[in-house]
C-alpha cells in the first residue's frame, strides 16, 4: 500500500504528518473546521451503553484538539435481524452524549452488516489559534492523565464471565464520561500538546505525541491510575488481542525500567475505548489544571514530564 501524502494544501493545518487525533482545515484567519470519524462493534453489551460509549469515544478527538463539538452523523451497521427497539437503544445513548456535548446529530447513514458498528462523523469550529496538537509538548512540561487505564483489560473480561456487571460498571461509567469536562478545564491553562487515549494504548498515542513533538516523556508507573481490577486481571493474562499487538509493534519505542512488571506492560499497552486525556503543560500551570479538573469532578493525576527527545520517545521508571 502507498504511504499516505504529506500536507500539501496550505489550508490544511492539521493532517496526517503528526497521527493527530483529527484533522483541521483553515477556512480562513480566525476559522477552522475540525472534522473526525470513529465507529466500532459492541464492547458491552446493553445497547444505550454502547452507543453512549460510541459516541462519547467519536467525540473525544474533538475534545483532544482543545474544541467543543458541532454536528455529528451517525454511522450505524446493524444485523438483519436486531430488534428495533436495540436499533433505537443505541441511537438514543448516542444522541443524549451528542446532546450533553452540546452538539446536534445532523443525519447520518446506515447499512446492514453481520455484525452491529456504531460511531459519529463529528466537526467543530474553531479559530486556528486555539486548536491543541499532539506536537507541542516542551521539554519541562508536566502531563496530567484524565481517566484510569484499563478499560479494555475490563471490557475482555467481562465478555468471558471473569468479573460481574458491578466489577464492570466503573470500566463503563468512564467510558460513557465525556472528555468534555477535563477540556473545558484545561482550556483556562497553557496547554502545549494534548491526545486522547485510545486504541493504540497508552504507549502508542504518548509515542505519538513524543515523535511529534520531538521530546521524550518519561513516566512514573506508580502514578498512573488504573481502574480497578485491571492489575489482577493482567496477572492472569486476560488481556484483549489488540493489546498483544500494540506490545509487539510498540515495544521498540518504549525503555521500561526493570522493575516494570508485565502485567503493568500488558495494561500500558492495552486498547482503550472512550481514554482519558493527557494533556501537556508548564510545570507552572500544573496546580491549577489539577484544581481545575478536580473542580470539574474529573479525576486527574500528574503521570510524568517531558524531556529532551533522549534515545527513546518514551520512558517508564
Same mark, same amino acid.
Given at each position: 500500500?502507498?504511504?499516505?501524502?504529506?500536507?500539501?494544501?496550505?489550508?490544511?493545518?492539521?493532517?496526517?504528518?503528526?497521527?493527530?487525533?483529527?484533522?483541521?482545515?483553515?477556512?480562513?484567519?480566525?476559522?477552522?473546521?475540525?472534522?473526525?470519524?470513529?465507529?466500532?462493534?459492541?464492547?458491552?453489551?446493553?445497547?444505550?451503553?454502547?452507543?453512549?460509549?460510541?459516541?462519547?469515544?467519536?467525540?473525544?478527538?474533538?475534545?483532544?484538539?482543545?474544541?467543543?463539538?458541532?454536528?455529528?452523523?451517525?454511522?450505524?451497521?446493524?444485523?438483519?435481524?436486531?430488534?428495533?427497539?436495540?436499533?433505537?437503544?443505541?441511537?438514543?445513548?448516542?444522541?443524549?452524549?451528542?446532546?450533553?456535548?452540546?452538539?446536534?446529530?445532523?443525519?447520518?447513514?446506515?447499512?446492514?452488516?453481520?455484525?452491529?458498528?456504531?460511531?459519529?462523523?463529528?466537526?467543530?469550529?474553531?479559530?486556528?489559534?486555539?486548536?491543541?496538537?499532539?506536537?507541542?509538548?516542551?521539554?519541562?512540561?508536566?502531563?496530567?492523565?484524565?481517566?484510569?487505564?484499563?478499560?479494555?483489560?475490563?471490557?475482555?473480561?467481562?465478555?468471558?464471565?471473569?468479573?460481574?456487571?458491578?466489577?464492570?460498571? +466503573?470500566?463503563?461509567?468512564?467510558?460513557?464520561?465525556?472528555?468534555?469536562?477535563?477540556?473545558?478545564?484545561?482550556?483556562?491553562?497553557?496547554?502545549?500538546?494534548?491526545?486522547?487515549?485510545?486504541?493504540?494504548?497508552?504507549?502508542?498515542?504518548?509515542?505519538?505525541?513524543?515523535?511529534?513533538?520531538?521530546?521524550?516523556?518519561?513516566?512514573?508507573?506508580?502514578?498512573?491510575?488504573?481502574?480497578?481490577?485491571?492489575?489482577?486481571?493482567?496477572?492472569?493474562?486476560?488481556?484483549?488481542?489488540?493489546?498483544?499487538?500494540?506490545?509487539?509493534?510498540?515495544?521498540?519505542?518504549?525503555?521500561?525500567?526493570?522493575?516494570?512488571?508485565?502485567?503493568?506492560?500488558?495494561?500500558?499497552?492495552? +486498547?482503550?475505548?472512550?481514554?482519558?486525556?493527557?494533556?501537556?503543560?508548564?510545570?507552572?500551570?500544573?496546580?491549577?489544571?489539577?484544581?481545575?479538573?478536580?473542580?470539574?469532578?474529573?479525576?486527574?493525576?500528574?503521570?510524568?514530564?517531558?524531556?529532551?527527545?533522549?534515545?527513546? +520517545?518514551?520512558?517508564?521508571?
Amino acid at each position: 500500500m502507498k504511504s499516505l501524502p504529506a500536507n500539501h494544501d496550505p489550508g490544511l493545518l492539521v493532517g496526517f504528518s503528526t497521527n493527530d487525533d483529527a484533522c483541521v482545515y483553515k477556512l480562513r484567519e480566525d476559522l477552522a473546521l475540525i472534522q473526525t470519524v470513529d465507529f466500532f462493534t459492541p464492547i458491552v453489551d446493553d445497547p444505550y451503553q454502547f452507543g453512549q460509549i460510541a459516541a462519547a469515544n467519536s467525540l473525544s478527538d474533538i475534545y483532544a484538539m482543545g474544541a467543543t463539538p458541532n454536528i455529528a452523523l451517525n454511522i450505524l451497521c446493524i444485523p438483519s435481524c436486531m430488534p428495533p427497539e436495540d436499533i433505537s437503544a443505541i441511537l438514543t445513548g448516542g444522541a443524549e452524549k451528542v446532546q450533553e456535548a452540546g452538539a446536534v446529530i445532523g443525519g447520518g447513514h446506515s447499512v446492514i452488516d453481520p455484525e452491529p458498528k456504531y460511531g459519529l462523523c463529528v466537526s467543530a469550529c474553531v479559530d486556528p489559534r486555539q486548536i491543541w496538537s499532539n506536537a507541542g509538548a516542551n521539554p519541562g512540561d508536566v502531563l496530567v492523565l484524565t481517566k484510569p487505564l484499563g478499560n479494555g483489560i475490563l471490557a475482555t473480561a467481562a465478555k468471558k464471565d471473569h468479573i460481574s456487571f458491578d466489577e464492570f460498571a +466503573p470500566s463503563i461509567q468512564s467510558m460513557a464520561t465525556l472528555n468534555k469536562y477535563a477540556r473545558d478545564a484545561a482550556i483556562k491553562t497553557r496547554v502545549h500538546a494534548c491526545t486522547d487515549i485510545t486504541g493504540f494504548g497508552f504507549i502508542g498515542h504518548t509515542s505519538e505525541m513524543a515523535d511529534a513533538s520531538g521530546c521524550t516523556l518519561a513516566f512514573a508507573a506508580k502514578d498512573i491510575p488504573l481502574l480497578d481490577g485491571a492489575y489482577k486481571l493482567a496477572e492472569k493474562d486476560i488481556i484483549p488481542g489488540g493489546a498483544k499487538r500494540n506490545a509487539e509493534y510498540l515495544s521498540p519505542k518504549v525503555n521500561f525500567a526493570a522493575n516494570i512488571d508485565s502485567p503493568l506492560r500488558s495494561i500500558l499497552f492495552d +486498547p482503550q475505548t472512550s481514554g482519558g486525556l493527557l494533556i501537556s503543560v508548564p510545570e507552572a500551570d500544573a496546580h491549577m489544571l489539577l484544581s481545575n479538573l478536580a473542580a470539574a469532578g474529573v479525576q486527574a493525576a500528574v503521570v510524568g514530564n517531558v524531556r529532551p527527545q533522549g534515545k527513546f +520517545p518514551i520512558e517508564v521508571y
